[in-house]
């Protein structure tokens, strides 16, 4: 199992970017998925994620403006990401749940200028 995100970059507040996670060697349709970012100095959070059953959740932080969702025939996962902060600034990570087994993409990186 691989899982490769991209999309991150440099935006103004105010501004939006969608990521993006491909996957390779297993599916995203089944499993438990999701978000998560590390800003410098600060511990790995969940950003979003949807369970086996299909429900989505969100931190606190981002509700109202992220969107999590995912593209079974293209076997991608995306997070939407609207009204972009400063505090939005962080690394962010996809993550598959497999068989009680953790799988982690490498990072992307989302500056928010102020």
């Known amino acids: 199992v691989q899982l490769q995100a991209s999309g991150g970059g440099l935006v103004q507040a105010g501004g939006s970017l969608r990521l993006a996670c491909a996957a390779s060697?297993?599916?995203?349709?089944?499993?438990?998925v999701g978000w998560y970012r590390q800003a410098p100095g600060k511990q790995r959070g969940v950003v979003a994620r949807?369970?086996?059953?299909?429900?989505?959740n969100y931190a606190d932080a981002v509700k109202g403006r992220f969107t999590i969702s995912r593209d079974i025939r293209k076997n991608t996962l995306y997070l939407q990401m609207n009204s972009l902060k400063p505090e939005d600034t962080a690394m962010y990570y996809c993550?598959?749940?497999?068989?009680?087994?953790?799988?982690w993409g490498k990072g992307t990186q989302v500056t928010v200028s102020s």
């Open positions: 060697g297993t599916t995203f349709a089944y499993n438990a």
């Open positions: 993550k598959l749940v497999k068989n009680r087994k953790e799988y």
């Open positions: 949807i369970s086996s059953d299909r429900t989505a």
